[in-house]
């Protein structure tokens, strides 16, 4: 992991996080960062339609539903983003020839929305008990005209920056598995937010043990 300098703080906003709030599908959870809020849902291994059927490994599919209205070509990138991340993340192989669905419903956007949508979707994963090589986390960081990185920012914080960046995480050796860039930076200010991610990782895996262990305390 790269050091992150002085001027990058790491902040994030309040997380909040309930499992199994859905009774239909075998997984779901619903993930809270500020005003920030997704539901995520998850079904399968099921059977597979036989024109999308892989004969090594499950077929996955992610569909995210805007808060209003039909998804847009800004979903259509952002399920692009979530499937690659849970693809290498989950072990398909385990389910040859089935079908694994993921659908992510946007509660509210107050910023940070495609790291709100990993998170949710990586606790409704662990839900759903499907296996998986690592888990993941997203963090989204902003630059601002002055230069500084701001972590986790909202709407209003992402409208005056100049460039705003998602990265997933993973679990295990804190790795990027995927990164979602927009607008003008340098490859220093890049690097920049990776480490600062990495680090703002450590404190959402740690909500993760946490909201874990709480729920199951109350179980056993």
Do not use: W
Not at 53 to 70: F, M, N, S
Not at 88 to 112: F, K, M, V, W, Y
Not at 136 to 147: L, P, R, S, W
Not at 205 to 212: A, G, P
């Amino acid at each position: 992991m790269m050091d992150v300098c002085g001027s990058a703080s790491v902040t994030l906003r309040d997380f909040g996080c309930e499992q199994s709030l859905l009774s239909r599908p075998d997984g779901s959870a619903s993930f809270s960062q500020g005003d920030t809020s997704v539901l995520a849902a998850s079904y399968g291994p099921a059977e597979v339609k036989v024109s999308k059927e892989i004969y090594d490994r499950a077929t996955l599919e992610v569909l995210i539903q805007p808060k209003v209205g039909l998804p847009s070509v800004r979903e259509r990138s952002q399920e692009q983003c979530v499937r690659e991340t849970c693809e290498a993340s989950l072990l398909l192989s385990l389910h040859p020839r089935s079908s694994l669905t993921l659908i992510l419903q946007l509660i509210h956007d107050d910023g940070s929305v495609l790291s709100c949508i990993l998170n949710a979707a990586c606790m409704a994963l662990m839900d759903a008990g499907l296996p998986m090589s690592c888990l993941f986390c997203g963090v989204t960081c902003a630059i601002d005209a002055d230069g500084q990185i701001i972590t986790d920012p909202t709407a209003a914080q992402e409208k005056e920056s100049r460039a705003v960046m998602t990265f997933a995480i993973d679990g295990t050796k804190h790795r990027v598995m995927m990164s979602s860039t927009k607008g003008s930076f340098s490859v220093n200010e890049l690097q920049q937010c990776i480490a600062v991610s990495q680090k703002a990782s450590e404190k959402i895996f740690q909500f993760y043990r946490d909201s874990v262990s709480r729920r199951y305390s109350k179980t056993l």
